[in-house]
């Protein structure tokens, strides 16, 4: 059997991640060859990947960020099985390097961020790979990104929910955009105004307010006149402009935005939550 040094043992640790023993054990294995021992490592990973492909990965990390030049934000997911995972600094930097890859890559869906490239691997081989380190299943489970003339990120403390939103304009404070950012993760609306909310959401909601006031026995001449005010609420409950600004009560997100540019606007805006 070759004999393992540790300066062996710690690059191939380095280079994978692994733990010391299962380095030592996977060079042993390997008669020393560093090429195979990595390999070994890997086929472990997705051993347990297939073992434990049935488990809930219900945890994770949600982290959002935007380029330099605030042009492009981009959310990431990683999820795993348990809190403890997820709160560990190696976790969390594993998802903010699949970050910022998305960023720097711009791939156009999930698929094209788990082949992209990363420290000479593909990002899912990688988190296969981890899968057999930390010993729980692991799932890159959501990315969505965000073009705009300015884009702000936000993530709640904790790492479980996080937001992009997408402006017209660059050149105003950028606290107002973390405000609306912060709206967004707190408020979860459905659409930036009422012309964006769809048409088979206002029918549905249409039909929930009929329903609803049918068994309250109200006159059915007056039914459609109530459904639309329900529908009315909703759009003041569920569209970001005509919320209630969190900051400030007593205006809409709106008026929040009016009183600090009138041609300022939301363009767009991405939200994911572990919990919601």
């Given amino acids: 059997m070759a004999q393992i040094s540790a300066s062996d043992v710690s690059k191939l640790r380095k280079s994978t991640g692994a733990g010391m023993m299962d380095c030592k054990k996977a060079l042993e294995e390997a008669n020393g060859d560093f090429d195979k021992a990595v390999d070994i490592i890997r086929k472990k990973g997705q051993a347990i990947a297939n073992k434990r492909a049935d ?12 380029t330099s030049d605030e042009k492009r934000g981009a959310i990431v997911v990683l999820n795993c099985e348990t809190d403890f995972v997820a709160k560990n600094d190696s976790f969390i930097e594993l998802t903010k390097k699949i970050l910022d890859k998305a960023l720097n890559e711009k791939p156009s869906d999930l698929d094209a961020l788990k082949n992209i490239d990363m420290e000479g691997r593909k990002i899912n081989d990688i988190v296969v790979e981890q899968i057999g380190i930390i010993g729980e299943k692991l799932d890159l489970a959501y990315y969505d990104s965000l073009e705009a003339e300015k884009v702000v990120s936000y993530i709640h403390p904790g790492n479980k929910l996080a937001t992009i939103v997408g402006f017209n304009k660059s050149d105003f404070d950028n606290q107002v955009a973390k405000d609306v950012a912060m709206q967004v993760a707190a408020m979860n609306p ?11 959401i206002k029918q549905r909601e249409l039909e929930i307010g009929k329903e609803q006031a049918r068994n ?12 639309m005010g329900k529908l ?17 009560s007593k205006m ?25």
């Fill in 232 to 248: 009315n609420k909703f759009y003041k409950e569920s569209t970001l402009l005509n919320q209630d600004f969190i900051k400030e």
């Fill in 55 to 66: 488990r809930e990965a219900t945890e994770g990390a949600v982290l959002a960020d935007v």
């Fill in 252 to 276: 809409t997100v709106r008026q929040y935005l009016e009183s600090v540019d009138k041609e300022l606007k939301v363009t767009g805006f991405k939200r994911y939550s572990l919990s919601v």
């Fill in 190 to 200: 459905e659409a930036i105004d009422k012309d964006d909310v769809s048409e088979d």
């Fill in 216 to 227: 309250e026995g109200k006159p059915e001449n007056i039914i459609e006149k109530i459904a």
